[in-house]
């Protein structure tokens, strides 16, 4: 089992930035990769930002060149740079891992077996 806690939420201003993290505990997959997802009520739950296994990053259009995905501590902690923040990115923020599929697994949320409890982030006009 793998435990994920995710912290650094919060409000912010459009133009701002905010840096999320993601403590993993447990046993971890050595071969599995890690990924954001953030989810608006009432809509489906999105990829934003995956590392692969190999340390491949992959961003969603919509946060490329604004939000940029890490790892530390022999990848137990993850982390989500969000600079630039726009109304828009205003939702849940999630960290996953427990996926070790293929690249065309990368942004499918049910290939993931572990999440954590998520952090808000708010951006206001």
């Known amino acids: 089992q793998v435990q994920l806690v995710e912290s650094g939420g919060g409000s912010v201003q459009v133009g701002g930035s905010l840096r999320l993290s993601c403590a993993a505990s447990?046993?971890?997959?050595?071969?599995?990769?890690m990924a954001w997802f953030r989810q608006v009520p009432g809509e489906e739950r999105e990829g934003i930002a995956v590392?692969?296994?190999?340390?491949?990053?992959n961003y969603r259009y919509s946060v490329n060149g604004r939000f940029t995905i890490s790892q530390e501590n022999s990848n137990r902690t993850l982390f989500l740079q969000m600079n630039s923040l726009k109304p828009e990115d205003t939702a849940m923020y999630y960290c996953?891992?427990?996926?070790?599929?293929?690249?065309?697994?990368?942004?499918?949320?049910?290939?993931?077996?572990?999440w954590g409890q998520g952090t808000q982030v708010t951006v206001s006009s």
């Open positions: 996953a891992t427990g996926n070790s599929k293929p690249w065309w697994a990368r942004w499918r949320a049910d290939e993931y077996m572990y």
């Open positions: 447990g046993e971890m997959l050595s071969d599995s990769r």
């Open positions: 590392i692969d296994s190999d340390g491949t990053k």
